[in-house]
């Protein structure tokens, strides 16, 4: 084995198969800009190699794959005016849509806690693999943030309202909602993975992304989402309605246990968060390609960090962490249009321009 340097990310290969950990288990490998920049690094080895036919993706410990970007780091950044947050968002972005279109396969093994910016990585890998541990969400809306990391995009591509009703509650989803959401493709037993990394490790340099997803297939096992095929059509019902507000009615009349609990998530979250959200996600699924949906998650980036319900509910989760947040506005009704529309201005130079 040929390990690198880095502490954050580990960087090894095994034969024909390149090994990226991230390995920072102690805060749920969460993601830094020293970790973006080496993965970067690290890519561009493995494209570079011919001995290399695929990429092995998986996050250190039993705990998690990445529970997303160092939001303590962002929020401290943002509050001193420092560049940072702005610095991060970039190279991430840009990360993703590169392991979008790699061009060798990019197996992310989803082995635990993935959200935010992990979900980044490991949606966008041509092989998402789902196990046992596997827990999905994208909690943003409650810290006054947004999914992103091309989440408008992955969320919006099937015909139904799940992935709009994952990125507005934050819900957690196991490995057969993971599927269910296209965030994963496969589930793969945990115990089967060492033989999947076996028979990776051995590919022929004639050997192509057809022979990596036949090992997938033969290790895969079938899943199925949590919810009952009612629940799924409520939340289609409800979450395909045009306006916050309609959805939060469309859930009361319709007056379930689980209609109603659904509501109340919804009404702890940052207004402002869900409607940027809803409206990022209806812009979302008439996008025509990921890039164009990095592009006005990254305008949005900036509107937040310029905003108030960021610093708020950072402060109410992990700072004071008395989970008390004070949004402003501190109901829907009082997010207008002209407010929503602000978020989508740029700040900054595009992404791929």
């Given amino acids: 084995m040929q390990a690198g340097t880095e502490t954050e990310l580990v960087v090894s290969s095994e034969g024909s198969l390149g090994i990226l950990l991230l390995n920072r288990p102690k805060v749920l490998n969460s993601l830094s800009l020293t970790m973006v920049r080496a ?4 890519l561009d080895r493995f494209e ?16 998690a794959f990445s529970a997303g970007g160092d939001i303590r780091a962002l929020y401290d950044a943002g509050k001193a005016g420092d560049p940072l947050p702005e610095i991060f968002w970039r190279e991430e972005y840009v990360l993703d849509e590169r392991i979008s279109r790699f ?20 949606a966008h890998a041509s092989h998402r693999i789902a196990i046992e541990r596997t827990k999905f969400a994208m909690p943003e809306a409650g810290i006054g943030f947004f999914p992103d990391v091309g989440a408008s995009w992955l969320l919006t591509r099937k015909a139904d309202s799940f992935g709009t009703y994952i990125a507005l509650t934050g819900v957690n989803c196991g490995p057969g909602d993971t599927i269910h959401a296209g965030i994963a493709d496969h589930f793969v037993p945990e ?14 340099p004639a050997e192509s992304a057809t022979a990596v997803s036949a090992l997938v297939e033969r290790h895969a096992h079938p899943t199925s989402p949590s919810l009952d095929p009612a629940r799924l059509a409520l939340i ?5 309605k045009g306006s916050i507000e309609d959805i939060l009615s ?3 009349e319709d007056g379930s246990k689980f209609a109603l609990s659904t509501r109340q998530i919804l009404l702890s979250k940052s207004p402002t968060s ?4 809803l409206d990022l996600y ?24 310029a905003g108030h319900d960021f610093y708020e509910g950072v402060r109410a989760a992990i700072i004071d962490k008395d989970r008390n947040p004070r949004w402003s506005p501190a109901d829907p009704g009082g997010v207008t249009a002209d407010m929503v529309a602000d978020y989508f201005v740029p700040r900054h130079r595009p992404l791929f321009g």
């Fill in 48 to 63: 570079a190699e011919d001995a290399i036919r695929a990429v092995w993706m998986i996050g250190a410990g039993d705990r």
């Fill in 39 to 42: 993965m970067e690094e690290a």
């Fill in 103 to 122: 061009p060798k396969p990019i197996l992310s093994i989803m082995n635990g806690i993935t959200m935010g910016g992990g979900v980044g990585l490991a």
């Fill in 250 to 252: 469309a859930l009361q």
């Fill in 191 to 204: 115990t089967r993975l060492d033989d999947l990394m076996t028979g990776l490790k051995t590919l022929s």
């Fill in 236 to 240: 289609d019902r409800c979450f395909s």
């Fill in 274 to 277: 869900l409607k940027v959200t």
């Fill in 282 to 305: 209806r812009q979302g699924r008439q996008a025509s390609s990921l890039r164009e949906c990095l592009e006005r998650e990254f305008a949005v980036t900036a509107g937040m960090i």
